[in-house]
């Protein structure tokens, strides 16, 4: 078992991990749907949100399978993908590396950090000279030493989800990455199916990926809503990936478990909101709170009390509010004698008391 914690890496002006807040990706893939003027507008509605990257992917469809029709090759799980083959669905969901760059420019343009999950080595090549800040590997391309070996030698940060991947599958990746020259390396818990169900999610394993592994933990999320994402946030989830449509019914391979944009907008606003509700580890008394400190109970004399009178259980209670000795002076009062006259409904102090 790995020990040795990565506490935090930067993306060009983004710090991650530690106790920085979450790096929120928003997955474009193929929801363009072969329109230009659609990936345009997906950047610009992710800069809205708040998010804090638009990411794509980077492969060409002859790069990835065969274009071939037989059995081997036709899809026959995942209701969304199922009657495609292998090279019909990666063409539904290429987006063309011409577009590249001026997506890059322009999501840049507004604020955005944007980066790519390449679907083979050529692929690093080519974003390479787009000088991409980071690097997503799918969780199918996890166990490939060789895509593993290119991205590591760019020696920038590389974000790994771990759909399908077993403890072994998941260290010989770190392993690898780190051996090319990757020193930042982030894991996602991520469940490759399309859509996840909520009580497939395990969200449990993203604290055991940071400890087991040393690595920046977080979630690559397929399922419907984001009620898995921001409960992610208080598992210590450093990074959330959620794909992005404009409207689910334009249609599309990946649609069906995208976000719209307020969906997105919304998962921003609450996975900050949880961000300060998470705060630090604390027992001190907050500012706001130590007002309420006077509804606490104390030691009040509840019958008129003459001067010598014995203190007892009958006319010394404990009682709201808080202006009275604390309760747990109680056996130090009883059995002693008032200096002076009280009256019922007084604040006991150790003044009255001889």
Known sequence: MMTTSMKEFKIKNKKIGGHNPVFIIAEMSGNHNQSYKKAMAI??????TGADAVKMQTFKPEEHTLDSNNEHFQIKVNNVW???TLHSLYKKIYTPWEWQAKLKKYAESKGLIFFSSPGHESAVDFLETLNVPAYKLASFDLVDP???????KTKKPVI???????ISDIRFAVKTLKKAGCSAVAVLHCISSYPAKLEEMNLHTIPDIAKRFGVISGLSD??????AAVASVALGASIIEKHITLRRSDGGPDAGFSLEPDELKELVRLVRDTEQALGKVSYEIGKHEAKNLIF???LFVVQDIKKGELF?????????????LEVKSMKRVIGKYAKRDIQRGTPLDWNMIK
């Open 43 to 48: 950047i610009d509605v992710v800069a809205k």
């Open 82 to 84: 199922k009657g495609d």
């Open 146 to 152: 060789y895509m593993l070996t290119r991205l590591g």
């Open 160 to 166: 790994i989800s771990r759909g399908l991947a077993s």
């Open 222 to 227: 397929h399922s419907l809503g984001i009620t």
């Open 296 to 298: 606490r109970r104390s």
């Open 312 to 324: 007892t259980e009958e006319n010394v209670k404990s009682i709201r509010p808080g202006h009275g």
